[in-house]
């Protein structure tokens, strides 16, 4: 099997192409419905607003951040998790342990990590995600870009170039550098206008010069949610904002804590 679908295949079956979808999916509806150009907004306040979503809603499906587990309780704080989201989103959100993905950040730059693949999130231009141009992007998406390529084409070295890049050949090799955890990115875009949005995960490839921006990727939006998109558990909607401040957050615990608490009970 090729990286690509050593990669997909191991994110897939753990729930995490799902989890990415899902955020994907409500942070996008949660921007169109309150962008408006009449209240001043502008393609900035966009895409801000849909990163800081995105980042969100990948905290709650993967329970991190303010979404992790802080008691020893086995319920989950339905109030926090839920906030402000929409019906559907609470329908579809995928079911997965706490702990199963956990927080890795790069030098700044959110990060979730599932086992040793470490994913972080990029936004382009709508229809032109296979053309990011990593060397204008951060810092730290340039050395993403810079990893190492397990499966360099053959037969030519210089297969894998567009003509104008050729000078930038010696460049690339030279800032060839590996990462503690083998790191890829999800690529989103949204056109307001039309309401249409991509998403895409994948190895990048610095392309000084322009050319090609992934030696592999992989959409996502073509992948289908879990057990139909909806969760598997039995939790009720919540009934509306929790009236309560600073309520003791209770999180949901891994499976296997859970089944160990109940055997402890006799149960």
């Not at 991190?64 to 020893?72: A, F, L, P, T």
């Amino acid at each position: 099997m090729s990286e690509q679908e050593d990669v997909i295949a191991e994110l897939g079956d753990a729930g995490v192409l799902a989890g990415l979808r899902w955020a994907h999916v409500s942070a996008t509806a949660r921007s169109l419905e309150t962008y408006s150009e009449g209240d001043g907004h502008d393609a900035a306040w966009l895409g801000n607003t849909r990163f800081t979503l995105y980042r969100d809603r990948l905290d709650r499906v993967f329970a991190c951040e303010r979404y992790s587990v802080h008691s020893g309780n086995a319920d989950a704080d339905l109030d926090l998790l839920y906030d402000q989201l929409s019906e559907a989103d609470v329908e579809t959100m995928p079911r997965l342990d706490a702990g199963r993905v956990r927080r890795l950040n790069l030098t700044g730059s959110p990060g979730w990590a599932y086992g040793q693949i470490r994913l972080l999130l990029a936004s382009g231009p709508y229809g032109k995600l296979d053309r990011i141009p990593w060397p204008q992007k951060s810092p730290t998406k340039q050395r993403v870009a810079r990893q190492r390529n397990p499966e360099p084409p053959q037969p030519s070295l210089f297969e894998d170039f567009a003509p104008e890049e050729v000078e930038g050949l010696i460049t690339a090799l030279a800032a060839v550098e590996d990462l503690d955890v083998t790191t890829y990115v999800v690529a989103h875009s949204l056109n307001p206008l039309t309401k249409l949005s991509e998403l895409i995960l994948g190895r990048p490839r610095l392309n000084p010069g322009g050319g090609q921006a992934w030696h592999w990727r992989h959409d996502l939006m073509g992948t289908p949610p879990a057990d139909g998109g909806r969760r598997i558990d039995d939790a009720p909607m919540p009934t509306g904002p929790n009236p309560v401040p600073d309520a003791p957050v209770r999180l949901r615990r891994p499976a296997e804590e859970v089944r160990d608490h109940r055997a402890s009970d006799g149960q």
